[in-house]
């Protein structure tokens, strides 16, 4: 059988593959979509916003942990700053299929660079509280609903779609090398500067993609859907849950955000309580999650379209619960970096392949709201998981919340990919007897 052309469907209605397997020959050239020079520009820009948006990560954890002196404040400020993601990215990615996304984001981007500059002047003149900090961090969400939709969205505007797998990958890695940088410099800034200094170079940083945008040329970048919002959300629900594969797709990214990625709002307390360590340790654990990410997204940028995206999801599930589980054990700063390079690496290697496998099969016209659908999992669903592992780390240790996570994950996972198995047996099965029928027909007609 040929292997499918980019954006075809294999011939399978309703059960895996539902997505193609092999990708564009040019998507396995390491940098080939940055021969597109809008997505230079772009990921340019992007690369230099999200060190600084690491930066005020990190030092808005700190921050909350010297404020309160709270394991539950800390992963509490976390939900409230990712509440928002979860009422409104799902209208932000209707927004995102009607409007310019290039100006819109530029708007977006405007606004989240006063949201940093306010954090670092109240912080300067000892204003800061809490609250404020909260505050500050629901605004900032509400900003990301929108923002990320689309951009992620944009991201198929400039470049082909034979390069956007490649271009995907590569903007996981500017991310997670972002996660090694910022971090790294946020525990430098902090120890040196203080706390307000990684708030400015945040503020700061926002300039770049803000230039980068304004120096793009997006041809046909003007929406397209004038449908009713709640018939617009309807489409984009019937897309997602019509097949197969995106069902499992959905219970293993919800999972994930719920019960996975919630032990990163519980690093600062992970760091000091159980290591014992100082901000600059600190720093060096967050650096070695995206050190990790950093490495599987180059090989996927490189190697990606030669392996099966959906073998790709379900084994690096499966790999995510165990090494979680592994890492919480973690007895000192080493051993801690070690396992989170490797949770980082399986991190970024399960969210590239599902994100491909998303965008590469979704129609232009609905590509933001499968994205903002795709956010709502992995973002909006965090303040779940954030407020679950907070409440367990505060009554039973951060050792107990990260294990539980795991386990959650790898039993999740283990489940999905029985039931994926099983579906593709009988698939095979039926595909056999099929061809057995044919075979008999034809020796009867000769």
């Not at 997602?240 to 797709?249: D, E, H, N, Q």
Request: hydrophobic letters at 55%; a positive charge; glycine letters at 10%.
């Amino acid at each position: 059988m040929p292997d499918p052309t980019p954006g075809s469907r294999l011939p399978t209605p309703d059960g895996p593959p539902y997505f193609p397997t092999v990708l564009p020959s040019s998507s396995r050239a390491v940098f080939a979509a940055l021969r597109h020079r809008n997505f230079r520009l772009f990921l340019t820009g992007q690369f230099i916003s999200l060190c600084g948006t690491w930066m005020q990560t990190v030092a808005q954890g700190w921050l909350v942990l010297h404020l309160t002196d709270s394991a539950f404040a800390v992963g509490l400020v976390t939900a409230m700053g990712s509440l928002p993601i979860l009422l409104f990215t799902l209208y932000g990615g209707v927004i995102a299929d009607r409007v310019n996304k290039r100006r819109f984001i530029m708007v977006l981007q405007c606004l989240m660079l006063v949201e940093a500059l306010t954090l670092g002047v109240l912080t300067t003149l000892d204003l800061i509280t809490v609250e404020w900090v909260m505050g500050l961090a629901v605004f900032f969400g509400f900003l990301t609903a929108f923002e990320v939709p689309a951009r992620q969205a944009l991201v198929a505007e400039i470049v082909d779609r034979e390069d956007l797998m490649n271009a995907i990958a590569l903007g996981s890695s500017a991310f997670n090398l972002a996660r090694v940088i910022g971090p790294a410099l946020a525990g430098i800034l902090i120890a040196t500067l203080g706390l307000p200094a990684s708030f400015f170079a945040n503020a700061a940083s926002y300039l770049a993609v803000i230039v980068s945008l304004v120096r793009m040329q997006v041809p046909h970048a003007e929406g397209r859907s004038v449908t009713p919002l709640w018939t617009a959300l309807g489409e984009g629900f019937g897309y997602i849950f019509g097949k197969r594969w995106p069902r499992a797709l959905v219970i293993i990214v919800t999972t994930f955000s719920i019960f996975g990625f919630s032990f990163m709002p519980l690093m600062p307390v992970f760091a000091r309580d159980v290591l014992g360590l100082d901000a600059s340790g600190y720093g060096v654990m967050v650096a070695s999650v995206g050190a990790g990410a950093l490495a599987a997204a180059f090989f996927m940028a490189a190697f990606g379209s030669r392996v099966r995206q959906s073998r790709l999801v379900l084994g690096s599930s499966i790999l995510f619960g165990a090494v979680l589980i592994a890492a919480a054990l973690a007895p000192n700063l080493w051993s801690a970096v070690l396992l989170f390079t490797l949770c980082g690496g399986v991190m970024a290697l399960n969210g590239i392949a599902a994100n491909t496998m998303l965008q590469t099969e979704a129609p232009d016209e609905l590509r933001g709201r499968v994205m903002g659908f795709y956010s709502f999992m992995v973002l909006g669903l965090a303040p779940f998981g954030s407020l679950q592992a907070g409440w367990l780390a505060e009554h039973f240790g951060v050792r107990v919340a990260f294990s539980l996570g795991g386990v959650v994950c790898l039993v999740v996972a283990s489940a999905v990919a029985w039931w994926m198995g099983r579906a593709v047996r009988e698939l095979r099965d039926r595909r056999e007897q099929r061809g057995g029928v044919v075979e008999l027909e034809r020796r009867e007609r000769q």
